[in-house]
């Protein structure tokens, strides 16, 4: 019979009992169940609620059931519906009525609410702690191939030449804001659900601040219906995990498409890449595929979580039992995928003559030829229809821009002198574009001081969170 089933005659069905378990999925928050049963006990102790001699029973049978988790040698029983039954029921066979007394004041619905939240925590610093390893290797990325040239892009077309630490730059910024939304969701897991009991709290004079302070939590939930029921935390992680691995996604299509035979710009290292099993010259970016895959089913997990939410009436509700699964998920996936990219980017081959190459191709020099003309005094908008001419000329006669004579220029415009020519240059055009922000060289100078300044501060904030723990 259930620790529960005092009021039944019957034990539960063979087949509802596993319906209704999540001991499988409730096995990766052990030890934050351990951690909020010691301080819950610890609590009731100091307030008299308990003896002073039961609460050291009870703590020295949670160290050890904690450790024999970790080991592996616990004895996972079949019949515990969840982790707090199955650590419950290990306690109260060790320590005998000790054991009893632990649950005292307290409810399965704060209990989990409780451990949700620091596994939420300890995932969220998990996640930060990939999430600026991923940085440091844009970083350094960055900085080694500073000077090197490649085609920037819009709708996929050649646009102007960039600097490849620019467009390396793009992803850590990306990744930069990432790091913040973790770490929101790391604030809003960081309230104290534990005293809510089941809705309305207890009768028992607990002292719901020193648990919050026993757990490392900033903050101790105002109300208890809302402490059991709310979830907005775990949300809020999905949509965290979900924003990121769109960012993944995003820098794993790119890798794909530079890795290709037709753009050349990237070697992916044999340790991130896979053959075919018939044709011998492949070399597939598979790593960098399967993460853009993998970000369907972190979406997947946000709407799971979002569309169980939508309907439930106060307080707690079966259906949150449905929450915990998504999220773990969803940060593992995160954490592998970031895991995986931050690899491939380290150890690629960058070949800088072919983004070089491809940087003359496609006009990518006529907004700066288009210039040219403006700051002669050309209005801008006659200044781009010339050039357009130009453009149209040179695809009619399969010639680029640099392939024109001085007198051809001359015939489009007469303001068109000899020093045209500087503004061919792909990396010139890229060289130069030095305000705030733009892929110049000192400008990307700039900017990589100030991704090491934000970086600094990131790394600050994360040591600031793990000491908490």
């Known amino acids: 019979m259930a620790l529960w089933g005092g009021r039944f005659t019957k034990g539960v069905d063979a087949f509802t009992q596993e319906f209704g378990a999540s001991l499988e999925i409730d096995k990766a928050m052990a030890q934050q169940d351990i951690k909020a049963s010691r301080a819950h006990a610890k609590m009731l102790a100091k307030q008299g609620i308990i003896s002073k001699e039961d609460q050291q029973?009870?703590?020295?049978?949670?160290?050890?059931?904690?450790?024999?988790?970790?080991?592996?040698?616990?004895?996972?029983?079949?019949?515990?519906?969840?982790?707090?039954?199955?650590?419950?029921?290990?306690?109260?066979?060790?320590?005998?009525?000790?054991?009893?007394?632990?649950?005292?004041?307290?409810?399965?619905?704060?209990?989990?609410?409780?451990?949700?939240?620091?596994?939420?925590?300890?995932?969220?610093?998990?996640?930060?702690?990939?999430?600026?390893?991923?940085?440091?290797?844009?970083?350094?990325?960055?900085?080694?191939?500073?000077?090197?040239?490649?085609?920037?892009?819009?709708?996929?077309?050649?646009?102007?030449?960039?600097?490849?630490?620019?467009?390396?730059?793009?992803?850590?910024?990306?990744?930069?804001?990432?790091?913040?939304?973790?770490?929101?969701?790391?604030?809003?897991?960081?309230?104290?659900?534990?005293?809510?009991?089941?809705?309305?709290?207890?009768?028992?004079?607990?002292?719901?601040?020193?648990?919050?302070?026993?757990?490392?939590?900033?903050?101790?939930?105002?109300?208890?219906?809302?402490?059991?029921?709310?979830?907005?935390?775990?949300?809020?992680?999905?949509?965290?995990?979900?924003?990121?691995?769109?960012?993944?996604?995003?820098?794993?299509?790119?890798?794909?498409?530079?890795?290709?035979?037709?753009?050349?710009?990237?070697?992916?290292?044999?340790?991130?890449?896979?053959?075919?099993?018939?044709?011998?010259?492949?070399?597939?970016?598979?790593?960098?595929?399967?993460?853009?895959?993998?970000?369907?089913?972190?979406?997947?997990?946000?709407?799971?979580?979002?569309?169980?939410?939508?309907?439930?009436?106060?307080?707690?509700?079966?259906?949150?039992?449905?929450?915990?699964?998504?999220?773990?998920?969803?940060?593992?996936?995160?954490?592998?995928?970031t895991r995986v990219v931050a690899g491939m980017l380290d150890t690629m081959q960058v070949n800088e003559e072919a983004m070089l190459r491809q940087a003359k191709l496609g006009f990518t020099a006529a907004t700066d030829v288009a210039d040219y003309l403006a700051k002669k005094g050309l209005p801008f908008r006659e200044a781009h229809r010339i050039v357009g001419e130009l453009v149209l000329y040179c695809e009619q006669h399969h010639k680029g821009l640099e392939d024109l004579t001085l007198e051809k220029f001359k015939k489009a415009s007469p303001l068109f002198e000899e020093d045209v020519t500087r503004d061919l240059d792909p990396r010139g055009i890229a060289y130069v574009r030095n305000i705030y922000g733009a892929t110049g060289d000192k400008a990307v100078e700039q900017q990589l001081s100030e991704a090491k300044e934000r970086f600094d501060k990131d790394s600050e904030a994360l040591d600031d969170l793990s000491s908490q723990k």
């Not at 620091?118 to 000077?147: F, I, M, P, S, W």
């Open 57 to 337: 029973a009870i703590d020295q049978g949670l160290v050890h059931i904690a450790q024999s988790i970790k080991d592996g040698t616990f004895k996972w029983n079949v019949d515990d519906e969840d982790i707090h039954m199955a650590v419950e029921s290990e306690l109260t066979q060790e320590i005998g009525a000790p054991g009893e007394r632990l649950h005292t004041g307290r409810s399965r619905n704060d209990q989990v609410a409780v451990d949700i939240r620091l596994l939420a925590k300890d995932l969220c610093v998990e996640l930060l702690q990939a999430n600026l390893v991923l940085r440091t290797t844009l970083l350094n990325q960055a900085e080694k191939y500073q000077g090197v040239v490649m085609p920037g892009y819009t709708h996929l077309q050649h646009a102007q030449p960039v600097q490849f630490s620019h467009h390396v730059l793009a992803y850590y910024w990306m990744f930069t804001r990432d790091f913040k939304r973790l770490h929101e969701a790391c604030d809003a897991a960081d309230t104290n659900p534990l005293g809510a009991a089941a809705l309305a709290g207890t009768t028992y004079p607990l002292d719901r601040a020193y648990t919050s302070e026993l757990l490392g939590f900033a903050h101790t939930a105002p109300n208890s219906m809302d402490a059991v029921s709310d979830r907005d935390y775990l949300l809020d992680l999905e949509y965290a995990c979900s924003v990121s691995m769109m960012h993944l996604s995003r820098l794993c299509e790119e890798i794909v498409l530079w890795s290709s035979t037709e753009f050349g710009f990237i070697t992916l290292s044999d340790s991130y890449s896979t053959g075919s099993s018939i044709m011998p010259q492949k070399k597939n970016p598979d790593f960098a595929e399967l993460t853009r895959g993998k970000t369907g089913r972190v979406y997947g997990d946000l709407m799971a979580l979002l569309t169980t939410m939508k309907g439930l009436p106060l307080a707690y509700n079966k259906d949150l039992q449905e929450c915990k699964e998504g999220p773990l998920d969803a940060a593992h996936t995160l954490s592998d995928c």
